[in-house]
C-alpha cells in the first residue's frame, strides 16, 4: 500500500445515482456533456484527484431512464478522453473499452494516440463480457461472446501490450546529417497469433509516453481477479464490507506475486464510493432524504448505497479503510453534478490532506507516477 491512497472521480454526465438528474441545479441535458465534461474535469484536476474515470455501455433502451440514465445516451469515452487531453495538464484520464467487440490494432492506435497527446495521462479500463443489446448491436452471438468473453480479454492485453512495444522508446534517431530518420532495428513486429485475437504489426503510432497505458479491470469474478493479477494495474471492485476488502486485495497481490510479478508492480484495489457531502451532517441527511424520495416509483435497480455525511465524517470512514489496508483508494461517484463533486472536493479533499492520506499535489506528470507505477520495459528488450 503506498503512502497515500489513489482518488478517481468517475464521471457521469447525468450523475450516479437514478434520481440524481432531478435534484436542484443538476445537470439534465445530454447535450451540455461537453460543457459537463469540461468542469468536472477543472474541479476534479483543482482538487488533486489522480483520476477521471469513464466507463462504458455499448446498448440503450427506455428502461434506463429510471434505473441508469447516465447510459441513455453520453459520448464515446474514448473521444471523451481526447477531448479532455487538451483542457487538463495533470489529471489522468481513464477510458473504458469491451474486449469483446473492439479490434486490438484499432485500441493500440487509439490509446498510444491519446497517451501522447496528454503527455501521458492516459488510462484504459477492460469492460470484459456480453449483453445479448450489445451483442445484436455489433452482429454478435453472445453465447459465444459470454463463453469466450475472459480468454479473448487475456489475448487482447497481451496482443495490445506487443503492439505499444512495436517501436523503442529511441527509435526514432533524426540525424538529418545521414538522412536518417528511424533506425529499422528498433522496429519490430507484433506478430501475434493467439485463439481469439491476430495482429501482425508493427503499430504505425509511437509507443506510449508511458511506455504502457496502465490497465484496470472492474469485477470480482474468479477470471476478474485472474486478468488483473497477471496483467492488470487496478481492480476496481464494489465492497461495502472492510473485511471482505481486505482478504480480496490480500488474494489479488498473492495471485500476482505467484505469477512472477514485482511486488513493487502488485495490482491495487480501488472501490467505488457514493457520498452525499454538505456543510453539516444535518444537510446532508436531508440531501440524502431528498434524493431518495425522488427515485422513481417501481424502480427495480439496486438503489447505490450513500455514503452520507460532512466532510469530516466521510474523510474518517475512508481513513479507516485505507489505514486499515482493506484497500490503495477509492472512485468518487457524484449522485449529481456538479454540485457533489465540487462539494466531495472542497469538504472532504482537504479532510484527507490534512489526515495526511492524500497528497496535497500533484508529485507527477503521467498517469503511471499518480499510481506510484514505474515505466515498463520493452517486451523486445526483454527478449
Given at each position: 500500500?503506498?503512502?497515500?491512497?489513489?482518488?478517481?472521480?468517475?464521471?457521469?454526465?447525468?450523475?450516479?445515482?437514478?434520481?440524481?438528474?432531478?435534484?436542484?441545479?443538476?445537470?439534465?441535458?445530454?447535450?451540455?456533456?461537453?460543457?459537463?465534461?469540461?468542469?468536472?474535469?477543472?474541479?476534479?484536476?483543482?482538487?488533486?484527484?489522480?483520476?477521471?474515470?469513464?466507463?462504458?455501455?455499448?446498448?440503450?433502451?427506455?428502461?434506463?431512464?429510471?434505473?441508469?440514465?447516465?447510459?441513455?445516451?453520453?459520448?464515446?469515452?474514448?473521444?471523451?478522453?481526447?477531448?479532455?487531453?487538451?483542457?487538463?495538464?495533470?489529471?489522468?484520464?481513464?477510458?473504458?473499452?469491451?474486449?469483446?467487440?473492439?479490434?486490438?490494432?484499432?485500441?493500440?492506435?487509439?490509446?498510444?494516440?491519446?497517451?501522447?497527446?496528454?503527455?501521458?495521462?492516459?488510462?484504459?479500463?477492460?469492460?470484459?463480457?456480453?449483453?445479448?443489446?450489445?451483442?445484436?448491436?455489433?452482429?454478435?452471438?453472445?453465447?459465444?461472446?459470454?463463453?469466450?468473453?475472459?480468454?479473448?480479454?487475456?489475448?487482447?492485453?497481451?496482443?495490445?501490450?506487443?503492439?505499444?512495444?512495436?517501436?523503442?522508446?529511441?527509435?526514432?534517431?533524426?540525424?538529418?546529417?545521414?538522412?536518417?530518420?528511424?533506425?529499422?532495428?528498433?522496429?519490430?513486429?507484433?506478430?501475434?497469433?493467439?485463439?481469439?485475437?491476430?495482429?501482425?504489426?508493427?503499430?504505425?503510432?509511437?509507443?506510449?509516453v508511458q511506455g504502457a497505458v496502465p490497465i484496470t479491470h472492474t469485477g470480482t469474478s474468479p477470471r476478474a481477479h485472474e486478468l488483473v493479477?497477471?496483467?492488470?494495474?487496478v481492480a476496481i471492485a464494489d465492497f461495502e464490507d472492510a473485511a471482505q476488502a481486505f482478504d480480496y486485495r490480500a488474494g489479488l497481490r498473492?495471485?500476482?506475486?505467484?505469477?512472477?510479478?514485482?511486488?513493487?508492480?502488485?495490482?491495487?484495489?480501488?472501490?467505488?464510493?457514493?457520498?452525499?457531502v454538505a456543510e453539516t451532517p444535518e444537510k446532508a441527511e436531508a440531501l440524502a432524504s431528498e434524493l431518495l424520495a425522488l427515485v422513481a416509483?417501481?424502480?427495480?435497480?439496486?438503489?447505490?448505497?450513500?455514503?452520507?455525511?460532512?466532510?469530516?465524517?466521510?474523510?474518517?470512514?475512508?481513513?479507516?479503510?485505507?489505514?486499515?489496508?482493506?484497500?490503495?483508494?477509492?472512485?468518487?461517484?457524484?449522485?449529481?453534478?456538479?454540485?457533489?463533486?465540487?462539494?466531495?472536493?472542497?469538504?472532504?479533499?482537504?479532510?484527507?490532506?490534512?489526515?495526511?492520506?492524500?497528497?496535497?499535489?500533484?508529485?507527477?506528470?503521467?498517469?503511471?507516477?499518480?499510481?506510484?507505477?514505474?515505466?515498463?520495459?520493452?517486451?523486445?528488450?526483454?527478449?
Amino acid at each position: 500500500m503506498g503512502e497515500h491512497m489513489i482518488l478517481g472521480a468517475a464521471f457521469r454526465a447525468l450523475g450516479a445515482f437514478p434520481s440524481g438528474w432531478r435534484m436542484p441545479g443538476a445537470e439534465r441535458l445530454p447535450r451540455r456533456e461537453p460543457q459537463v465534461l469540461v468542469k468536472a474535469a477543472k474541479i476534479a484536476e483543482r482538487a488533486g484527484f489522480d483520476y477521471l474515470y469513464f466507463g462504458d455501455w455499448l446498448s440503450t433502451g427506455p428502461e434506463l431512464e429510471t434505473t441508469a440514465p447516465h447510459l441513455l445516451a453520453r459520448v464515446d469515452p474514448l473521444s471523451a478522453v481526447a477531448f479532455l487531453a487538451a483542457s487538463t495538464r495533470r489529471i489522468g484520464l481513464l477510458t473504458s473499452i469491451n474486449t469483446t467487440y473492439s479490434e486490438v490494432y484499432s485500441i493500440a492506435r487509439q490509446t498510444a494516440s491519446i497517451d501522447l497527446l496528454s503527455g501521458g495521462r492516459l488510462g484504459l479500463n477492460l469492460h470484459v463480457g456480453a449483453n445479448a443489446p450489445a451483442a445484436a448491436n455489433y452482429g454478435k452471438d453472445v453465447e459465444w461472446d459470454r463463453l469466450n468473453a475472459y480468454d479473448r480479454a487475456f489475448e487482447f492485453v497481451d496482443a495490445l501490450r506487443r503492439l505499444w512495444d512495436s517501436w523503442d522508446d529511441d527509435a526514432f534517431i533524426a540525424d538529418a546529417s545521414a538522412g536518417q530518420l528511424a533506425e529499422p532495428g528498433r522496429v519490430h513486429p507484433a506478430d501475434y497469433y493467439g485463439r481469439f485475437v491476430q495482429t501482425a504489426g508493427p503499430l504505425n503510432a509511437l509507443r506510449p509516453v508511458q511506455g504502457a497505458v496502465p490497465i484496470t479491470h472492474t469485477g470480482t469474478s474468479p477470471r476478474a481477479h485472474e486478468l488483473v493479477a497477471t496483467r492488470g494495474n487496478v481492480a476496481i471492485a464494489d465492497f461495502e464490507d472492510a473485511a471482505q476488502a481486505f482478504d480480496y486485495r490480500a488474494g489479488l497481490r498473492a495471485a500476482a506475486l505467484a505469477a512472477g510479478r514485482d511486488p513493487l508492480d502488485a495490482p491495487a484495489l480501488v472501490i467505488p464510493v457514493l457520498p452525499v457531502v454538505a456543510e453539516t451532517p444535518e444537510k446532508a441527511e436531508a440531501l440524502a432524504s431528498e434524493l431518495l424520495a425522488l427515485v422513481a416509483p417501481g424502480t427495480r435497480a439496486r438503489v447505490p448505497s450513500l455514503l452520507v455525511g460532512d466532510g469530516p465524517a466521510v474523510a474518517a470512514r475512508l481513513e479507516a479503510w485505507f489505514r486499515s489496508g482493506a484497500v490503495d483508494g477509492f472512485q468518487i461517484l457524484s449522485a449529481w453534478m456538479p454540485a457533489q463533486l465540487e462539494a466531495f472536493a472542497e469538504l472532504v479533499v482537504p479532510e484527507l490532506v490534512a489526515r495526511g492520506v492524500f497528497r496535497s499535489a500533484y508529485a507527477g506528470r503521467t498517469l503511471r507516477e499518480h499510481l506510484g507505477l514505474r515505466h515498463p520495459i520493452s517486451a523486445y528488450a526483454l527478449d
